[in-house]
């Protein structure tokens, strides 16, 4: 019974891990379906730089293997009905630190990049922080595929 709730466990952070991995939204980083792909280059120039957040928002993953992690533990408490006790507070107090791992997981710093194409139009684009530096009055392309733009160097 004992190997049988390790393996649980262990299943329910491994779905708590997956649901973290989310995908990339920088400039640098193409799925491998993009690839080869033809894309509209647009050129411009930054006119102003601003520092976002951005929320990839939650799968719920987060909160039902808690919870899972958090009950088996719990059952380990106690027998009988201090058992069945401390499953369920195990699976609510497990169901709330998984939610909040998966929240504070899903925020990634982006950049919020707005440019004056050629023909004098402004656009604003998002995207995620990935290294590269932008500025006021740098020259930079547009890359457009599929309605995702991506700002690049």
């Not at 894309?39 to 719920?60: C, F, K, Y």
């Not at 006021?136 to 995702?148: A, E, H, K, Y």
């Amino acid at each position: 019974m004992n190997r049988q709730l390790r393996w649980i466990a262990t299943a329910a952070a491994a779905l708590l891990l997956a649901g973290c991995a989310t995908q990339q939204r920088s400039a640098s980083v193409y799925r491998a379906g993009e690839a080869q792909r033809e894309q509209v280059v647009r050129m411009a120039v930054i006119e102003s730089v601003r520092d976002v957040t951005i929320d990839r928002g939650q799968t719920g993953v987060g909160t039902g293997a808690g919870a899972v992690v958090g009950g088996i533990a719990g059952s380990t408490v106690g027998q009988g009905r201090g058992s069945a006790v401390g499953a369920v507070l195990g699976a609510v107090v497990g169901g709330i630190a998984g939610q909040a791992i998966e929240n504070n997981s899903s925020k990634v710093p982006g950049v919020e990049l707005t440019v004056r194409l050629d023909n004098g139009e402004l656009r604003a684009i998002v995207q995620e922080t990935d290294g590269q530096q932008f500025r006021p009055g740098d020259r930079v392309r547009l890359l457009s595929q599929g309605g995702v733009t991506r700002v690049s160097r």
